[in-house]
């Protein structure tokens, strides 16, 4: 099924929309920083895949993305547009499809990916960021080890 394209005015505001260094991502950022983490921001982990993380945790494996409600097709908050809504249903759920195959992909590797939905309690998120990681280094450090 073929759907309109949105209209010019629309079209101006999506590319308008940042894709990186929203409000709730940076304030993600600052408190994992504040809790003594450090982090890469905004990087690719496949050289052959058009594909960027949020933040990255490259010694403990660990990606995080920060998603937003209505570009992530949050299952609490999303609610689609009534103007031309056959175009932005397809396009949302292409949008969850791809995150999906993304972590897939990611977790095959062993990568862990923990997705933080931008109206999460930003300390609550950050606490489990910083036990993931920690945890997660801890056990490769510990595996490496034990190999040599």
């Known amino acids: 099924m ?67 409600c209505f570009w992530h097709g949050c299952p609490t908050h999303f609610t689609c547009p009534t103007h031309n809504s056959g175009w932005w249903r397809a396009k949302v759920d292409r949008t969850v499809e791809r995150d999906r195959e993304n972590q897939r992909r990611a977790e095959a590797e062993g990568w862990y990916v923990i997705r933080v939905w931008e109206h999460d309690d930003i300390v609550s998120a950050s606490a489990r960021i910083v036990s993931v990681v920690r945890a997660r280094t801890q056990d490769l450090a510990l595996a490496k080890s034990s190999r040599t």
Do not use: C, N
């Not at 504040?34 to 490259?58: N, P, T």
């Open 2 to 68: 073929k759907y309109d394209r949105p209209s010019p005015s629309t079209t101006y505001r999506m590319q308008r929309t940042p894709r990186r260094d929203t409000k709730g991502e940076l304030a993600l950022r600052r408190a994992v920083h504040a809790l003594g983490l450090r982090y890469r921001v905004d990087q690719s982990i496949w050289k052959s895949h058009r594909h960027k993380v949020d933040i990255v945790f490259r010694a403990a494996r660990v990606l995080v993305y920060f998603d937003g």
